[in-house]
């Protein structure tokens, strides 16, 4: 089910500026049982988000209600939010007024089979690097080629995410989840201001685990980490169990931040 | 009027990729009393384009159809070919099969005074830079937020585009056309193949322009050059007036150029 503009419908005029220019943010965030433990983090994200794309800031009380509305009585399911900037002639220049188009739609939660939470997952090594934009970076916008075209990179089903870096040898995070790596018992997670999105999961983490380092990553280091796992606000803490052919096991930070995620609030781990 | 998969509608769905992502490439062409002189070119472009984002090619002689079903008897407009991707489910994943989505509409023509094309337009010079991006360089998609935050920079009526660098310092294109100086009495105009569009009115001046260089063109160059103007396939050739306080007179090679694209067959100088 989905709510545009707060009317059931399933479709958006030619003229959105969200389908012409991309111009436009986005929240996907998972809901159990008609509650979701990070929506607050998420608001915060989407309202930082408008201000640094100069959309008006939306209504979170509003945005709630829709949410509980589309998501109903599902046990388990994903909200995307999108905010887009409405309708517009032809042309980049904001339209004044401008009147955001408001999408609120519940999908099915994607498949996470239990053994990738206790054994890992697959990572192809993505060759599509992703550029330095800080104008953009750390935003969850409706830019995102780039992640499209290093998705397409593989096929093989046994691979869960491609690992994503900057054109400076730098890794990022993965095509949908940001990354942590553990260097010398210490876990780090990449920047993201100068591209990649400030995940909402990772924020969790980085609140809960005051040690963890955000700062550059270089893919060498990232490929000798002891640990290297996944944060997404939908699937949760994954840990990795290889990059190509280099193999990593789960270890205690990766197991100690999947117990954070439960005492979120986060009860059902596979879907 | 537009049509839709060839159906007169006026919306896509909500699921379309296109407006989840920005995945997807558009063209806009100029027709004058039905023709449009550059269509090869777009074609040509397009081609290109979906070759890159590995979406299907497009069917030209459907497309010419289709343009000339709306654009109708209209003495001048612009017609916008939109390709996305399709419907997708959520994720980044390419959809198997695709099903591409196919936009074709008609736009008034935007109003470009007279005085434009003989004294020069006045330009902002923007903060905002562009992202160097290969992969992506060169082609019409449909990620265009650096454009829309690059032309949110001014709202002074009387300026008419803003000069847009990349990320090292050289000037790259205008927000919505690209860009020609005069350097040492020979036209440059800046390479494309890590950010900007390949503009379809550049394509066709540098065919007929064969001693212009392509090259990387640095903001200092470009505010001492002789002469500085505008391609775009919409507005055709537009002389540079002033880039803030930098003042510049029209030239003999905008006036050359000029002169060519009435000669490709574009007669309506003012709309």
Not at 47 to 70: F, H, S
Not at 82 to 97: D, E, F, I, N, S
Request: charged share 20%; with cysteine.
């Amino acid at each position: 089910m989905m709510l545009i503009n707060g009317q059931s419908d399933d479709s958006v005029s030619v003229l959105d500026r969200g389908l012409s220019y991309g111009d436009g943010l986005f929240e996907t965030i998972r809901f159990e049982q008609g509650r979701a433990p990070l929506w607050a983090r998420h608001m915060q994200r989407l309202a930082w988000g408008c201000e640094r794309l100069r959309l008006p800031a939306p209504d979170t009380a509003l945005l709630w209600q829709e949410a509980r509305q589309v998501t109903g009585a599902q046990a388990l399911c994903v909200l995307r939010i999108t905010m887009t900037r409405g309708l517009g002639q032809r042309g980049y220049a904001l339209p004044v007024p401008v009147s955001p188009t408001r999408i609120v739609a519940a999908f099915p939660m994607p498949a996470v089979c239990g053994t990738l939470y206790t054994h890992g997952m697959r990572l192809h090594r993505c060759r599509t690097t992703l550029a330095d934009q800080p104008l953009l970076a750390g935003i969850k916008h409706l830019n995102r080629l780039e992640q499209v075209l290093a998705r397409a990179e593989w096929s093989d089903p046994d691979i869960g995410e491609g690992l994503v870096c900057d054109s400076h040898g730098n890794v990022i995070s993965t095509t949908a989840a940001n990354l942590f790596a553990v260097i010398d018992g210490m876990p780090v997670t990449p920047a993201v201001d100068r591209c990649g999105v400030a995940g909402v999961a990772r924020a969790a983490m980085l609140d809960a685990f005051p040690n963890c380092q955000v700062r550059d990553l270089s893919l060498d280091e990232a490929m000798r980490a002891s640990e290297l796992f996944l944060s997404s606000s939908v699937r949760g803490i994954l840990p990795v169990q290889a990059v190509g052919d280099t193999v990593y096991a789960p270890g205690p930070v990766a197991r100690a931040m999947q117990q954070h995620w439960r005492e979120l609030g986060f009860a059902v781990e596979c879907a």
